[in-house]
């Protein structure tokens, strides 16, 4: 016999009407729970993490997977480029000019003043090693953040603490 929890279960895998009897919860985690490896790497970084589910599919629909190697330039300094990098593995050199400024790794992103103001970037990114990205281009990023602002606000956030980090650079320099 079949309970409101199976019903629940039912339609949140889309079956319909079809109903299936499990003994156990870990079983309808397990059966009804589609894993894309895409959406668990989005939902693990940071910058995501208060995004609802809705997002996240979305950006894992949207985004493509790379992996460059090691000197491979992404966003190249005083050029327009139209994309957001989320770096899921590896690490990045950020350089104006022939200065090194900071360093990206491991649920990081790029790209994100150009997805704002579309300018030119004002640094060269390029991986220090080998790289494991997803790419989202601008105008698919663009209504993704309309349908979800929480995404916005992860960016100004990631924005000012990126500003933070340069002013002490360059104080620090000074």
């Given amino acids: ?24 919860p870990s079983e309808a985690m397990e059966m009804f729970h589609h894993t894309d490896p895409k959406i668990e790497r989005l939902a693990r970084i940071p910058i995501f993490e208060h995004a609802d589910g809705a997002a996240i599919r979305e950006l894992a629909h949207v985004a493509d997977e790379i ?7 992404l966003i190249k300094e005083g050029r327009l480029h139209a994309e957001l990098f989320v770096i899921v593995a590896g690490e990045a050199v950020v350089t104006v000019g022939t200065t090194e400024v900071a360093r990206l790794g491991d649920g990081e992103i790029t790209g994100e003043l150009s997805l704002f103001e579309r300018r030119p970037a004002n640094a060269t990114v390029a991986a220090a090693t080998e790289i494991d990205a997803l790419v989202i281009p601008f105008n698919r990023m663009d209504a993704v953040m309309d349908a979800d602002p929480t995404l916005v606000r992860a960016i100004a956030r990631q924005l000012a603490h ?5 002013d002490a650079h360059l104080r620090a320099h000074a």
């Fill in 67 to 73: 992996t460059v190697p090691a000197g491979t330039v």
């Fill in 1 to 24: 016999m079949t309970g409101p929890q199976d019903l629940r279960l039912c339609v949140r895998a889309g079956l319909g009407r079809t109903m299936v009897t499990l003994d156990e």
């Fill in 162 to 166: 990126r500003l933070r980090m340069t």
